[in-house]
């Protein structure tokens, strides 16, 4: 009692203080499927949207449910990370909703086929009234009370040790074991991507939306310049064309985020790079991962949406998938998997027997079926502390991470 009271005083002032401190970064990564939607709002109340999904209502829809869920009135910030479908399909009726004052990218596409018919055109009637910026690794996106850090843009990777950032600059280790890998069939748009480090105060995250593998090297050895993180999404939704050791075992992030689908992400070795990483401490998904299977998966409390349970109940008692990327098949199902446990992309979703109750499926964003029914996200509020809450807004479970000490 006796030290209350003289606590007491110094606890006003705190108090104050603190009502000035507990404005947070607040993230949301969107259910869009196995593509990409990750919107940032900073204490300030300025807004960065990172990527749009797929084209069609449904990712837009949810998108929109989000921005406006959290107050916004326009995107200050849109950044597009590279130019497939999964990524801008959704930009064109996006702008057409809400305000966006400026965008983000790394150039021209490298492709000479649009996933998106018309996309660059399109695109480039908004910018000639939007201001744009196209980006190079240690260019800042000035979104105000955050400090985002381009790392890579047009397959070009910062080398220069991000200042006062904890391990920046030091060697890392997983470089001499790194093994590259044959990127001969990777889209070749997806190690342009725009990849970002964005903080607030102690508070750090990653989002290197597709970059690959091979590029992960050139970013990450021999030294890692951008140090440890406490928030990694999973590059390229989980695929392990991407999230290398090199890559994020160097990060070492307490917590990483997969924004896959049911057939997209969620690699065996994805994610048995993610459990052996040095001080991980947990993996929220966006979705259950058939190429995770039952061993792999991230306990259900964590996994924003599910299957519907007799799909569920059908990948679980039959063999394992074949296929390791990640992102669908690799060969024809196992003789007497359940349908929806590997099949052809598009074949996955209802047992036989017809649709389950609920939810409609089919249709898809991504690369595989994704389902039109509720979809539920990753919510995290960061603190300048480095303190940060991850919320799964499927059952409400939310997990406090204290300051690093
Ligand atoms: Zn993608």
Known sequence: MKL???????????????????????MYFIDVEGGHASLYVSPSGESMLIDTGSPGARDVDRMMEVITGAGLKQLDYMVLSHYHSDHVGGLEELAKRIPIKHFIDHGESVEPREQVPGFQKMYAELYSKIPRT???????????????????????????????????????????????RDESRVDPDNPQSVGLVISL????????????????????????????????????HGIDQSGSPALVHALQPRVAVMHNSARKGGAVQTMQTLRTSPGLEDIWQLHWAYAAGIEHNAPGVFIANLEEPAVLANALTNPPPTFGQGRGPGGPPPAGAAPGAGGAAGAGGPPAGGPPSGAPRGGGGGRGPGHTGPAFLIQVSAAADGSFTVTNTRNGFSKKYAARK
């Open 4 to 26: 209350n009271r003289i606590l007491l005083p110094a606890l006003a002032f705190s108090a104050a203080l603190c009502t000035a401190q507990t404005k947070t970064l607040d």
């Open 134 to 180: 196209v980006v190079k690794p240690g260019d800042k996106i000035p979104v105000a009370g955050l400090n985002v850090v381009v790392a890579t843009s047009a397959a070009k990777v910062l080398k220069t040790p991000m200042a006062g950032a904890p391990g920046a600059g030091k060697p890392n280790p997983e470089c001499a074991t790194f093994t590259p």
């Open 201 to 236: 105060g102690k508070f750090r995250h990653v989002n290197l939306a597709d970059f690959t593998w091979n590029v992960e090297k050139d970013l990450m050895c021999p030294n890692n310049p951008i140090g440890t993180v406490d928030l990694y999404l999973t590059s390229h």
